[in-house]
Every structure is written in structure tokens, then in C-alpha cells.
């Protein structure tokens, strides 16, 4: 997963492929979530895809929400001012940390949520041929 602040040109395009890899291999089609999270790449932040489709209103707001703010708990915050409390039972099982920020990001918003996760299972929601972005 990568984490970097300053990337020159090659290792910008590199991460914005590895972004569209995840993409393709998980069937997402939502260009401005992938935008969000290249830029939170790009600046070091956490960022976040989503694992559902387009038409999961839950998960897609979530997602923008936490990139928006840079942290997968004060998106839930922010879903929740705005919409109400999700009627899921776990709004942040579609969110995909790609970088270890949104891994630490992540297990914070769980445990805010009274429930842990570890990060290794967090990691794993990459997929397993794209979880570093050299294997892009």
C-alpha cells in the first residue's frame, strides 16, 4: 500500500493505476471516489474505494464522506449529520483502506463503533495481486 506525500509524475501516474487495477478487479466504476482517493494518496491522507456498487448509496456516501475528511470515522460522523444512522449493520465493511493511514483510520472508526477489526483483516480487502503498488 502506498504511502506517499510527494510523488513525482511516473509515481503519480503509477498510483493512479494501481487505484483503477483495485477498481477493475473489484468491478467499481465511480470515477470521482478513485479522483478523492488519489488525491488523499498524493497528500498522505487516508484514502478509501468502496467494495460495492454503484447503486449502495450507503457505502458510496461513507466513502466520500471519510476521503472528504481524510478519516473513515469522521466520514461516518458526517453520513450520519447528514442522512441519519445508516440501516446497515456495519456501513464501514465496504470501505477499502489503500493506504496505512486509512488501515489506522479505519480500526479507529470500528472501535468508535464499539467492534474491532485487526488491521491484516483491513489489508486483506485489497486484493491479494494488488496489495502493493508495484504489482500494479
Known amino acids: 500500500m502506498p504511502n506517499s506525500y510527494l510523488l ?3 509515481a503519480q501516474r503509477a498510483t493512479m493505476e494501481w487505484i483503477e ?9 465511480d470515477d470521482l471516489t478513485a479522483d478523492r ?3 488523499n494518496l498524493i497528500a498522505g491522507r487516508a484514502a478509501f474505494l468502496n467494495s460495492a456498487s454503484y447503486n ?4 458510496g456516501n461513507v466513502c ?7 478519516s473513515a470515522a469522521a466520514g461516518m460522523a458526517a453520513y450520519v449529520a447528514t442522512f441519519g ?3 446497515v449493520a456495519d ?11 486509512a488501515v ?10 464499539g467492534t474491532f477489526r485487526e488491521a491484516s483483516e483491513l489489508r486483506a480487502r485489497v486484493p491479494v495481486a494488488l496489495r502493493t503498488l508495484e504489482a500494479a
Request: hydrophobic share 45%; glycine share 6%.
Open 37 to 39: 482517493a488519489f488525491a
Open 56 to 59: 449502495n448509496g450507503t457505502a
Open 91 to 101: 456501513p464501514l465493511a465496504w470501505l477499502i483502506p489503500l493506504n496505512e493511514a
Open 104 to 113: 489506522a483510520s479505519l480500526m479507529d472508526a470500528y472501535r468508535r463503533r
Open 85 to 87: 444512522q445508516p440501516r
Open 64 to 70: 466520500a464522506f471519510s476521503n472528504e475528511h481524510g
Open 8 to 10: 513525482t509524475d511516473k
Open 21 to 29: 487495477a483495485i477498481g477493475d478487479a473489484l468491478d467499481l466504476r
